[in-house]
């Protein structure tokens, strides 16, 4: 894979795949199972109805996390999956949850699933839905930002699974119109983000709520030390089934650009014009920023969304479905389209700016590179930044291509890759409104297939690129 302006390639080992985590209790090294993977889904033994689903959904092979999960759940088994999103974790819960419910025939509430955001949500309740069209299962949502009136009306034909957000799931208990008593099957997704400090709280009331005689099984690409304590609390004599947590995928070309906060936006114009490509999500820190660079995208041209927490539902749902049918190109966001959110030919990631921690570092660039397609994931980088930085490298266990483009930057990157400014204040002084001079002539630009992203580029897009390799290696020989 070559670089659009770095001078070296990068030596990244790849991701090792499956790999063996400090155990548990149980672990499971899936690689152990490869010759499981020629087998279909029928040796689950899983019955007509569910594999119906399986085939309207056109899945012909399991995948890994499904070799492992999907015997130890028929089992009755906990689980602890940890696996980037996009490696078919959700079908390796629901599709045993939707056997099991065949088998029990229950008129109640007996699944739960805990999602941290709506869309999430809603993609989840999406595939449980394909899945299961065959059988009597039914799912609903429950999450804010809508109507409560009509999951309280939902609610009362009593689906057997319920995917919630855990803040409108304690409302609607304390009206009584949910009961948690008859749920035997507890997921949790993203568990990682559910057992920190800002949703404990609600999931740990959830948790008492549910019986204890249950089966309990966790999700997350990432699983801290501390919070995997934790989560071996909730859960019981766990099978963990690691994919390489952590790791991104090997499929992802990551760069990083220093740049200057008020250059912010024309850099991200200038990439953005820079070649065809399929679709991208920019993730910015604060709500304001994402509909500020959305609305400064689209008055230059490109077809642009923001996603934010401060939208109405409505707004969101637009922003989502417009982005994967292919009406927007390019979703800015905040971190709520960091986690879960599974939409194919996402070529681009750009961290407009720096994520709060590597961990979300991981997340939101595991919305590209997805299904083995190449991705490319590039990072904003202002001096304030350099100590995250370190600390992203010390976690991916590599250092970052940096890429310097003079124009953009008026930064310099030390021989150790440290980023400085070389005009005091000019680094951090607020990013102006974009002039016309810095808009890119993005009108006439149609989002491109993704064959493999960079076998279908332009000559347009190779001239263009090769000026800006050029460019790049001699600005980044002057500076080491
Ligand atoms: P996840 O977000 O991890 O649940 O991954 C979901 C994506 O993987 C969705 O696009 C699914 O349609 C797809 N998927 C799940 N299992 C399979 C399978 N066995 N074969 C092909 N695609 C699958």
Redesign the pocket.
């Known amino acids: 894979m070559s670089h659009l302006c770095c001078t070296g390639r990068h030596s990244d080992p790849p991701c090792a795949g499956a790999s063996i985590a400090r155990p548990i209790k149980k672990e499971t090294d899936i690689t152990s199972a490869t010759p499981a993977a020629t087998r279909g889904f029928d040796a689950f033994g899983l019955g007509p109805s569910v594999l119906r689903g399986i085939d309207f ?1 056109g ?5 890994p996390i ?1 070799l492992e999960t999907i015997p130890a759940v028929l089992d009755g088994a906990d689980v602890m999956g940890l696996a980037q ?7 390796a819960f629901a599709l045993p949850i939707l056997e099991q419910l065949m088998a029990r025939k229950t008129r109640s509430t007996s699944v739960l699933v805990l999602a941290p955001t709506r869309e999430l949500a809603t993609q989840i309740h999406t ?1 449980v839905t394909d899945l299961g069209q065959f059988t009597r299962a039914k799912s609903i949502t429950v999450y804010g930002g809508v109507s409560i009136k009509r999951q309280i009306e939902a609610l009362r034909r009593k689906p057997q699974i319920v995917v919630a957000c855990p803040g409108r799931l304690l409302d609607l208990h304390r009206q009584g119109a949910i009961k948690l008593d008859q749920v035997d099957t507890l997921v949790i997704d993203e568990a990682d983000h559910m057992l920190d400090l800002g949703f404990l709280p609600d999931v740990k009331a959830i948790i008492d709520l549910v019986p204890t005689k249950r089966q309990t099984m966790m999700f997350s690409a990432t699983m801290p030390p501390e919070i995997r304590k934790l989560a071996n609390d909730v859960l019981n004599d766990p099978l963990v089934v690691d994919l390489g947590n952590s790791k991104v995928v090997s499929t992802v070309e990551h760069e990083i650009y220093p740049v200057s906060q008020r250059n912010k936006l024309s850099l991200l114009q200038h990439l953005l014009g820079e070649a065809p490509f399929y679709s991208a999500i920019v993730f910015t820190r604060t709500k304001h920023r994402a509909t500020r660079i959305a609305r400064q995208l689209r008055n230059s041209g490109f077809d642009s969304a923001a996603l934010q927490g401060n939208m109405s539902q409505l707004q969101r749902d637009k922003a989502m479905q417009g982005f994967r049918d292919g009406k927007f190109q390019i979703l800015v966001a905040t971190d709520i389209a960091a986690r ?1 959110i ?1 939409i194919a030919n996402v070529t681009y990631v750009i961290n407009y700016d720096f994520p709060n921690t590597p961990d979300a570092y991981i997340h939101r660039i595991g919305r590209t590179g997805r299904s083995e397609q190449e991705g490319r994931a590039f990072t904003f980088v202002i001096p304030d930044d350099e100590p995250a930085v370190r600390a992203l490298e010390k976690k991916l266990g590599k250092r970052v291509n940096r890429c310097v483009l003079p124009e953009f930057a008026e930064l310099k990157v030390t021989e150790d890759g440290k980023v400085t400014s070389t005009q005091p204040g000019a680094a951090s002084a607020p990013e102006p409104a974009p002039s016309e001079a810095t808009r890119g002539n993005a009108g006439d630009r149609k989002r491109r297939p993704p064959k493999g992203h960079r076998g279908h580029q332009t000559s347009r897009g190779r001239r263009s690129r090769a000026r800006h390799r050029k460019h790049a290696s001699r600005s980044t020989r002057s500076q080491p």
Do not use: M, N, S, V
């Not at 899945?59 to 995948?63: A, F």
């Open positions: 959904a899945y012909e092979t399991p995948r499904q999103t996009g490696t078919g974790k959700t079908a595939e879960g599974d």
